[in-house]
């Protein structure tokens, strides 16, 4: 089961971005802020490959990951804002937002209050679920979006170029290709499982 989700997800990730381009890393960030379970770990990543065979720039794959973020960020936001912790406790498990999700958040936004936006958008975990506090707290939406853009725009552009880095070390170890495909394949199956793991972990 695992396995066929893993190939499903990384499928998606992969066809989307070659197929739509910067609107489809957007799309796809914007579904990640949303806490639907699809890791910018693996999106931005492998966007940023193709940077080196001059599909994308960095600079506009961080802006377009930025601003999909902002995008699905606003939809939890609003959560929070107009349903409250409540609705969130009841609904959450349905995309996978555990209460030790969510209490991580609310800590995390308590000490930090309205920059945890912008400090939780850099964090693994926190960056996807940073908003539904916010919202609760009813942090201002200019601020909000702004801290959301900024913190996303370096978390997308620091994905986006390890992905280019690792391309250029392909290509400067061409004779051990076959050996570092089969590594970054086995690091993204390993990222996703620990992280899909980590999720249903939780809502058990």
Known sequence: MIANLLLTITNFITSTISQLGYPGVALLMAV????????????????????????????????????????????????????????????????LISEHDLNLTEKFFRKFGSLS????????????????????????????????????????????WLGLRLGEHWKDLEIYFRKFDVAIVIVIVVMIIYWIRRHFKRLT
């Open 32 to 95: 990640e802020s949303a806490a639907i379970p699809l890791p910018s770990e693996v999106i931005m990543p492998f966007a940023g490959f193709l940077v080196g065979s001059g599909r994308f720039s960095l600079l506009a794959l961080a802006l377009a990951g930025a601003l999909g973020s902002v995008i699905g960020s606003l939809v939890t936001y609003a959560l929070g804002y107009y349903g409250g912790r409540p609705l969130v406790i009841k609904y959450g498990r349905f995309v």
């Open 117 to 160: 936006t912008f400090f939780g958008r850099i964090l693994p975990v926190v960056r996807t679920f940073i908003s539904i506090p916010a919202g609760i707290g009813q942090v201002p939406i200019f601020s909000f979006t702004i801290y959301t853009f900024l913190g996303s725009f370096i978390w997308s552009y620091f994905l986006a």
